[in-house]
């Protein structure tokens, strides 16, 4: 570990499990009898645009309610303390990185906190629901849609992701199922780097068998545990 000046850390909705957010493929995976892959896409959105303004103005509201836990304060500190490159590529769109003090974080799935005006491609902030059509805040289009990135969509910031990847000497993989892609396959380009890598997470994942480590718990023990570890604690 001494050899290690760059990270690139990605995290997934086990992260954030034990703020009591649902992750997506756990316990059923279903909302009202969808899959996530049925509502998180651009055709249902055309198809029925209520049934899929309900599932994330439900969850935009949820997150609101919901704290940082010990995993997402270690990688702060750990932000807030490593001399070296360091970024934090979240898939998830709640907002608890940053409400726990993290700086160096990109959110490569979007982030529930903000609306996609479709009229005029501007984002803004956003807090309430869009089931009801507000005007969008800059053209007053009523245009909004939930700033997320679908099932066929582009995910963001993909050159900068890369581009970290290619500086970095360690790649973390904490709390994802390794079932969504491009994000399942940056343990591929980071073996193919020569990095090290690592995953933490409370079971074993898709992509388990590419990483040169597995620590298996929950992200509140196995992160902070780890953070230690680099920060020489
Ligand atoms: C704990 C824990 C605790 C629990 N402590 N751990 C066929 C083959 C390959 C690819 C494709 C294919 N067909 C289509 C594709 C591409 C497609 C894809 O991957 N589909 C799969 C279904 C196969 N991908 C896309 O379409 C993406 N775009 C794309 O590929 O564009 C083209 C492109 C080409 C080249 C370069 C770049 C791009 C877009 C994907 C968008 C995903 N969007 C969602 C919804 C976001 C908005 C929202 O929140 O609703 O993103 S889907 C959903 O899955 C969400 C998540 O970010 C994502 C990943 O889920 P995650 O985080 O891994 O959660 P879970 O639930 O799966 O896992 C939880 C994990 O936590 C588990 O491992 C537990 O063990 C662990 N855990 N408690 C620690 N306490």
Same mark, same amino acid.
């Not at 703020?19 to 756990?26: A, E």
């Not at 899929?52 to 807030?80: C, G, K, S």
């Given at each position: 570990?001494?050899?290690?000046?760059?990270?690139?850390?990605?995290?997934?909705?086990?992260?954030?499990?034990?703020?009591?957010?649902?992750?997506?493929?756990?316990?059923?995976?279903?909302?009202?009898?969808?899959?996530?892959?049925?509502?998180?896409?651009?055709?249902?959105?055309?198809?029925?645009?209520?049934?899929?303004?309900?599932?994330?103005?439900?969850?935009?509201?949820?997150?609101?309610?919901?704290?940082?836990?010990?995993?997402?304060?270690?990688?702060?500190? @750990?932000?807030? $303390?490593?001399?070296?490159?360091? =970024?934090?590529?979240? /898939?998830?769109?709640?907002?608890? %990185? *940053?409400?726990?003090?993290?700086?160096?974080?990109?959110?490569?799935?979007?982030?529930?906190?903000?609306?996609?005006?479709?009229?005029?491609?501007?984002?803004?902030?956003?807090?309430?629901?869009?089931?009801?059509?507000?005007?969008?805040?800059?053209?007053?289009?009523?245009?909004?849609?939930?700033?997320?990135?679908?099932?066929?969509?582009?995910?963001?910031?993909?050159?900068?992701?890369?581009?970290?990847?290619?500086?970095?000497?360690?790649?973390?993989?904490?709390?994802?199922?390794?079932?969504?892609?491009?994000?399942?396959?940056?343990?591929?380009?980071?073996?193919? @780097?020569?990095? $090290?890598?690592?995953?933490?997470? =409370?079971?074993?994942? /898709?992509?388990?068998?590419?990483? %040169? *480590?597995?620590?298996?718990?929950?992200?509140?023990?196995?992160?902070?545990?780890?953070?230690?570890?680099?920060?020489?604690?």
């Amino acid at each position: 570990m001494s050899q290690i000046r760059n990270i690139v850390i990605l995290t997934g909705a086990g992260i954030s499990a034990e703020s009591g957010i649902d992750t997506f493929r756990g316990g059923g995976g279903l909302w009202e009898q969808h899959r996530v892959e049925d509502v998180a896409t651009p055709e249902a959105f055309a198809r029925d645009p209520n049934l899929v303004h309900r599932f994330y103005d439900m969850r935009r509201a949820a997150i609101q309610e919901r704290l940082p836990n010990a995993a997402h304060f270690a990688l702060a500190e @750990l932000d807030a $303390q490593w001399r070296g490159d360091l =970024l934090i590529v979240t /898939q998830n769109v709640d907002d608890l %990185h *940053e409400r726990g003090g993290a700086s160096r974080v990109l959110h490569m799935h979007g982030e529930h906190l903000k609306a996609w005006c479709t009229s005029c491609d501007i984002r803004s902030p956003w807090r309430g629901p869009l089931v009801n059509r507000p005007p969008c805040p800059v053209c007053q289009a009523r245009t909004l849609r939930p700033d997320v990135v679908w099932f066929g969509e582009m995910p963001y910031q993909m050159e900068r992701i890369y581009g970290a990847l290619r500086q970095a000497d360690l790649f973390v993989s904490i709390g994802t199922s390794g079932a969504v892609y491009p994000a399942a396959g940056f343990v591929q380009s980071a073996r193919d @780097l020569g990095m $090290q890598t690592l995953e933490l997470n =409370l079971e074993r994942s /898709q992509g388990s068998h590419w990483f %040169h *480590e597995t620590r298996l718990g929950p992200a509140s023990e196995v992160v902070p545990a780890w953070v230690a570890e680099m920060l020489g604690g």
